[in-house]
């Protein structure tokens, strides 16, 4: 059974069709990458996919269950996080307070009045931030981080939940190169325990890190497959590839 | 600083030292933390205790409504401040429970202080409860307007129905309230009392700080500046708008029966609109998201006022509304963001982690 299974995916915007039966399959431990023009409707299936937006018609399953009705707090608390393509973190916060607060978010009531958690997740705070190389900044505010830095502060709140499933929408847009060649470095390791659904204009950077490609044009799913297989394939380079 | 900055991002391909790491966030916050809040607390704390002691006995009784409106200011505080939570009817709560006590005193001879203010926390925490449920409790998160309408017009109906209603006094309300009682001694106005009401907000303080510096403070911020964002977390941020307008709900209730008590009537205005509005330019002008600024700001505007309407007798709500909107122009964080950076006024949140490796050279 694949970790996340979305099918016959409609949504409509009024006269505007932006999906039209858009499909999605990601196994377990798989980085799956979504492509496509822009305005093929990729960020749209993202958001029906994270609870964002409800499709018109379709299913959506994560891990054998129909979460097609779940809103976003349901959908976290199954396993799935999201990175929101404009970044935000709380800029007031500290980096520190940024990452407790997406740790704790499942912490009861009474653990959360008694500040009872904290000692816990203090350990799990400063793994995130060193792992994101952030560590430094932990207590700074973070309007205070360059654009880059907030995109990994934000990586690292939708990976503190240990999610089984994280979607990034765009997460190098605004990237220097060298922010994206280690920020593909940073996505490396969570693969162990965490599958990924990534939207990206960056060619380069989604087939230097995901295994499969779903190329969406004009609402439909134009093919899917390994990188090798879409790279070969002849309509997605008529299509895509070529104008890009 | 800057140095090490450079060294973790020199290193970051390899392993990292953490204790180093840890060493310098540490460091950098030290040099963050001046304390002035606890300096502002204090300095109020003190003046409160001494005010009677240099203040005529008209200007205590002043004094101590000025401290049952600061009780009030905090539960708007609460609720606007620190979640994010447009409340245009927090008088609901405070004149409701004011009405509720007056009821008990008038009918039931009920006066005795230790029923008298957990029954008005308790009608503030139920109406709140009610209200808070049906505006706040949706499967999916209501809208600002939808919030701030809801309160404003559960505020706007209780002032109709209160003068309506011939039960409640109509027009007049509720006159003469007995004093309240403890054994066999009547709180009237004067030294007595001020410091009851004060000992009273000491506490809620206290208690407001500790919830507000809480890793529950945390999700409130989180509320506060991105309610979707939080929910995405897997946060129940309905709930925790719920319970934060509950809690505030009660403090308004308590405010209120201290109030009809020290007034020695209530009347519809005190459920109503002006009142609800009050209690926020409170807190605007004072400071929002600072428990400290709601009490300064209800200081302040009251005492402008009073010495305004003693000394401009006819133009003094425009001398006062000009310098609100100036405040608010100009400190949309309120006075209290004259001394108080950002930084200290957002503060950490839940008790400090262990330093570790503290005794490393």
């Keep these: 059974m694949p970790l996340l299974e979305a099918a016959g995916i409609k949504k409509v915007f009024g006269k505007l069709t932006a999906l039209d039966g858009a499909a999605l399959t990601v196994g377990e431990n798989e980085f799956h990458g979504l492509i496509g023009p822009n305005g093929s409707g990729k960020s749209t299936l993202m958001k029906c ?15 054998n269950t129909d979460i097609t009705a779940f809103t ?21 916060l500290t980096l520190y307070d940024n990452i407790l607060l997406a740790l704790q978010a499942q912490c009861s009531l009474l653990d959360l009045v008694f500040s009872r958690t904290r000692g816990l997740l203090h ?27 907030q995109q990994w502060l934000e990586i690292a709140m939708a990976l503190a939940g240990k999610p089984k499933l994280l979607l990034l929408d765009e997460p190098t ?16 390791p969570i693969k162990q325990h965490c599958s990924l659904v990534i939207v990206e204009h960056d060619l380069d950077f989604i087939r230097d890190i995901c295994d499969r490609l779903t190329v969406i044009d004009q609402g439909k799913v134009l093919a899917s497959g390994t990188v090798s297989e879409i790279q070969a394939n002849k309509s997605v380079q008529e299509i895509y590839l070529r104008r890009a | 600083m800057g140095a090490a900055k450079q ?9 990292i030292d953490v204790s180093v790491v840890e060493r310098t966030a540490a460091a950098g916050r030290a040099t963050a933390e001046r304390k002035i809040l606890p300096i502002v607390e204090g300095v109020v704390l003190v003046a409160a205790l001494l005010a009677p002691l240099v203040l005529q006995d008209y200007l205590t009784v002043f004094a101590t409504r000025v401290i049952i409106l600061a009780l009030f200011a905090l539960s708007f505080d609460l609720v606007w401040g620190y979640a994010g939570i447009m409340s245009f009817g ?44 049906f505006l706040l409790l949706g499967r999916h998160p209501s809208s600002v307007i939808f919030v701030s309408l809801g309160t404003l017009t559960g505020s706007y109906a209780a002032d109709r129905l209160a003068r309506g209603w011939y039960y409640l006094g109509g027009q007049n309300g509720i006159p003469s309230i007995a004093p309240m009682s403890l054994g066999g001694y009547d709180f009237t106005e004067g030294p007595a009392f001020y410091y009851l009401v004060l000992g009273i907000l000491v ?72 009142v609800s509005t009050q209690v926020v330019l409170y807190v605007l002008f004072g400071g929002s998201g600072t428990l400290i600024g709601a009490v300064i700001g209800t200081v302040i505007v009251e005492g402008v006022s009073f010495w305004l309407s003693d000394n401009y007798r006819d133009i003094w709500p425009i001398i006062l509304g000009l310098l609100l909107l100036l405040v608010i122009l100009f400190r949309p964080l309120g006075l209290i963001s004259f001394v108080l950076g950002e930084r200290e006024r957002v503060g950490s949140f839940g008790a400090k982690p262990k330093e570790k490796r503290n005794a490393a050279p």
């Excluded at chain 2, 039931?108 to 029954?119: C, G, M, Q, S, Y």
């Excluded at chain 2, 505030?248 to 009537?265: D, K, M, N, T």
């Design chain 1, 49 to 63: 996919i994270a609870g964002a937006e409800v499709p018109t018609q379709g299913k959506v399953s994560f891990v």
């Design chain 1, 72 to 92: 976003p707090t349901e959908r976290a608390r199954a396993g799935m996080s999201l990175k929101f393509q404009i970044t935000s973190v709380l800029p007031t």
């Design chain 1, 123 to 149: 350990d799990q705070v400063m793994t995130m931030l060193t792992q994101f190389r952030l560590a430094d900044r932990a207590f700074d505010a973070a309007a205070a981080l360059s654009h880059g830095q």
């Design chain 1, 173 to 188: 847009g605004g990237m220097s190169l060298e922010e994206r060649r280690v920020t593909g470095e940073l996505l490396q």
């Design chain 2, 7 to 15: 060294a973790v991002h020199a290193d970051a391909g390899g392993e």
């Design chain 2, 90 to 133: 927090q008088a609901l709560f405070f004149g409701s429970a004011g009405y509720g006590v007056a009821l008990l005193a008038r009918d039931l001879d009920i006066t005795n202080i230790f029923l008298v203010l957990p029954a008005g926390t308790l009608i503030g925490l139920t109406f709140a409860l009610l209200l808070g449920g």
């Design chain 2, 203 to 274: 506490v809620v303080y206290l208690l407001c700080r500790f919830l507000v510096r809480s890793q529950f403070g945390l999700a409130l911020a989180g509320l506060r500046e991105n309610e979707q964002r939080i929910a995405f977390f897997g946060y129940k941020a309905q709930h925790l708008k719920a319970i934060i307008f509950t809690i505030g709900g009660a403090i308004a209730g308590l405010a209120g029966s201290l109030y009809a008590f020290h007034e020695g009537f209530v009347w519809p205005n005190m459920v109503g609109v002006v």
